[in-house]
């Protein structure tokens, strides 16, 4: 089962969250055959974090709350919310395998948050920039929450382009990176 994790920092918890860079690497290691995608989303500056977004393939809900709540930041106040949706893998890869590569151009979370009947089940045509895509889903798997993507595009409004807009109560757009250990 995928699940989509996606932790809010804690205003002023920069230096926190460098703190324990190590102690969040190692604690993701355990994870590394069942990411999907991980990476820190920012501000708009590029430098101050925001985030953080995992995609994991885990056996059930439980496994999901256990991996989203014991993350080192979690646990030290790092973050001050977490997004913890089922998700549909509609490429059906990883964002290792996604044929752009982890460098060059800009990179995006684009979180809709659903509004009434489902929206964006399937992948759009013609998006050979959408690194993951998938719908969020309720825990039995069915009922539509709304869609998170990561995508390369050339600016925020491009990248929330890949919604259908008047089919969510609110689209965000964060900038993001490919993340894990360097």
């Known amino acids: 089962m995928y699940f989509f994790?996606?932790?809010r920092d804690r205003s002023g918890?920069?230096?926190l969250r460098e703190e324990l860079t190590e102690a969040h690497w190692s604690y993701m290691d355990q994870y590394a055959a069942n990411l999907i995608a991980r990476g820190p989303t920012f501000?708009?500056?590029g430098e101050t974090p925001t985030g953080s977004v995992h995609?994991?393939?885990?056996?059930?809900?439980?496994?999901?709350?256990?991996?989203?709540?014991?993350?080192p930041n979690y646990q030290a106040?790092?973050?001050?919310?977490v997004l913890l949706r089922r998700w549909r893998n509609t490429l059906g890869r990883t964002m290792w395998e996604f044929p752009g590569g982890t460098t060059g151009g800009n990179r995006y979370l684009v979180i809709g948050l659903g509004s009434g009947?489902?929206?964006?089940?399937?992948?759009?045509?013609?998006?050979?920039?959408l690194i993951a895509y998938g719908p969020l889903?309720?825990?039995d798997d069915t009922t539509w929450l709304g869609t998170a993507a990561l995508v390369r595009a050339a600016d925020p409004d491009a990248a929330r382009a890949v919604l259908v807009?008047?089919?969510?109560?609110?689209i965000e757009v964060h900038d993001w990176e490919f993340g894990g250990r360097r």
């Open 55 to 71: 995609i994991v393939d885990l056996p059930d809900s439980a496994a999901a709350r256990a991996f989203a709540f014991d993350e």
């Open 77 to 81: 106040g790092a973050y001050r919310d």
């Open 165 to 170: 807009p008047d089919r969510y109560a609110g």
């Open 13 to 15: 918890s920069r230096a």
């Open 117 to 129: 009947h489902s929206a964006d089940l399937d992948v759009p045509p013609g998006r050979e920039d």
């Open 137 to 139: 889903l309720g825990d």
């Open 5 to 7: 994790c996606y932790h």
């Open 43 to 45: 501000a708009p500056d």
